[in-house]
């Protein structure tokens, strides 16, 4: 195997007490780094949408206290409705069975066999979510050297 391998120590909680668990990931397939941009892609999409609605949102409510924002009433309604209707397109992802879909394959395709890692209770209710998703990004970035990578902006 021509990668690096990652030791990931997974934090989660058992009965309220602090664990770790330490897990090898040394592959990735093409099938995770696709599902990862997905996932990456919508939570993106989703959360720029809301960010604009909240934006939207502040205006309308100047506008009705009085202030001129540029743009009338109706204006900003219809905007709102567009990106209520853009994030709309996402219909029902599923993203936390989908993120789950997506650990299971990289503890399967890395011999990880512990039955705890493969129920999705056990993600769900004692794994926290920026946990799940620092451990998948970690494992798809695994060989990638982000300090060398760094771009300078002028």
């Not at 090898?24 to 604009?52: A, D, H």
């Not at 397109?89 to 599923?94: E, L, R, T």
């Amino acid at each position: 195997m021509a990668g690096k391998v990652l030791k990931y120590e997974l934090e989660y909680r058992e009965k309220g007490e602090p664990k770790i668990d330490v897990l090898p990931i040394s592959f990735v397939s093409n099938w995770c780094v696709r599902e990862f941009n997905e996932l990456s892609e919508t939570q993106y999409g989703v959360t720029t949408n809301w960010n604009k609605y909240l934006n939207i949102k502040s205006l309308i409510s100047a506008v009705e206290s009085g202030g001129d924002v540029g743009k009338t009433l109706e204006e900003l309604e219809e905007e709102a409705e567009a990106v209520v209707q853009d994030t709309l397109k996402y219909g029902d992802f599923n993203y936390e069975q989908r993120r789950f879909n997506l650990i299971k394959v990289l503890l399967e395709d890395n011999g990880i066999k512990n039955d705890k890692y493969f129920d999705f209770n056990f993600w769900d209710r004692k794994v926290e979510p920026a946990i799940q998703n620092g451990f998948i990004e970690q494992s798809i970035f695994k060989d990638i050297d982000l300090d060398k990578k760094k771009v300078r902006i002028k």
